[in-house]
């Protein structure tokens, strides 16, 4: 009969490429990874691995069983999430991955919501960038979490995981309000909507409003091809989407600032450090009147993420339903789009 704790182990090979990597995720030394799969390997019966360098290969035979590895830990979730249930009355740890500014704009009222009518539940938010979301639920160091991705970043499958979505987010082009070129055919921009004394371009007091997307985004990122950038760090989705964007409109920033803050991202901004790329949600309201935002076609969209089969365990359905129930008006027409 094969292990499934073992089997977990040779599913992590498959999507970390090393046995230190698998250990490190795991808490585990890199020798008990090593004699664990070894262990596995007898009772397949056959080889599943090759080592090539530093690197470990699943053979055709370690492939195939990853597949059903895979089946069986979602069916495991899933049993999971029956006696759960069955059991009734949430209670317990229930980890929680969330980015920055949905920690800071979504996540706080769905959490009321769930101490309301979950008292037992004990829910604990973690801060983790989305590109280390999978693994750590795959690890099972997270239970549920928010992944974002953007129109030129698209989230990847990540197999053993499953979303589903919650709302998408406007992007904006920020510059300083004054000194910085500006695309001279940028169109409508927030403050040209009708709002009393606002000056053109400038958001007035209130929820950061919605004008129609930018005609042409291309040429609103193009006026600052010369212009300094300020970026997320590399490695981040918010970095990668930066620098494709820029590079789809024809040029390659030059990155002066990389910081994964928005609001410190908008105060450099607002000192004539360079431009950035924000998203709705890392726009304070009312908007800094020294910064000048110009709404692009693209946008953010924002999903929750979990393990396989369990979806309809009762402390993460619960924690969805109050997520969706936090969600902002303006972001909410997003939804169908996330």
């Known amino acids: 009969m094969l292990d499934v704790r073992r089997l977990r182990l040779l599913r992590e090979l498959a999507r970390r490429g090393t046995i230190a990597a698998v250990a490190e995720a795991l808490s585990f030394s890199p020798s008990a990874v090593s004699q664990q799969l070894g262990v596995l390997e007898r009772e397949a019966g056959l080889p599943l691995l090759e080592r090539t360098g530093r690197r470990v290969r699943l053979t055709p035979a370690g492939q195939n069983l990853v597949g059903h590895a895979e089946a069986v830990l979602e069916r495991l979730e899933q049993a999971d999430a029956d006696l759960a ?3 009734g009355g949430l209670a317990g740890a229930l980890r929680i991955g969330a980015f920055p500014t949905a920690t ?4 706080p009222a769905a959490l009321v919501a769930l101490a309301r009518r979950h008292p037992g539940l004990e829910p604990m938010v973690c801060e ?7 693994h750590a639920l795959r690890a099972g160091d997270l239970d549920v979490a928010l992944v974002h991705s953007y129109d030129f970043v698209p989230a990847e499958r990540e197999p053993g995981l499953t979303t589903e979505p919650l709302y998408g987010e406007a992007m904006y082009l920020a510059e300083p309000a004054g000194g910085t070129p500006r695309a001279p055919d940028s169109p409508g921009t927030p403050g040209t909507r009708g709002a009393p004394g606002a000056e053109a371009g400038r958001p007035p007091a209130g929820d950061l409003p919605q004008p129609p997307p930018a005609t042409d985004q291309g040429a609103v990122l193009r006026a600052h091809a010369r ?3 300020i970026t997320a760090t590399p490695g981040t989705l918010c970095h990668t989407m930066t620098m494709r964007a820029c590079q789809a409109a024809g040029f ?3 990155v002066r600032h990389q910081v994964d803050e928005f ?3 908008l105060a450099l901004v607002a000192a004539d450090q360079g431009v950035a790329v924000v998203p709705q949600l890392g726009v304070a309201a009312p908007a ?4 000048h935002l110009t709404r692009l076609v693209m946008q953010r969209r924002t999903r929750l993420a979990f393990r396989s089969g369990a979806g309809t365990h ?3 359905a619960a924690f969805g339903a109050a997520l969706r129930a936090a969600v902002p008006p303006d972001l909410a027409g997003s939804r169908a789009e996330a």
């Open 85 to 87: 249930e069955a059991r």
């Open 104 to 107: 800071r704009a979504i996540v």
């Open 128 to 134: 983790t960038d989305p590109a280390a979301v999978a």
């Open 227 to 229: 212009s300094p950038w």
């Open 252 to 254: 390659t920033p030059r």
């Open 263 to 265: 609001a410190t991202v």
């Open 288 to 291: 800094d009147p020294a910064v």
């Open 314 to 316: 009762p402390a993460v």
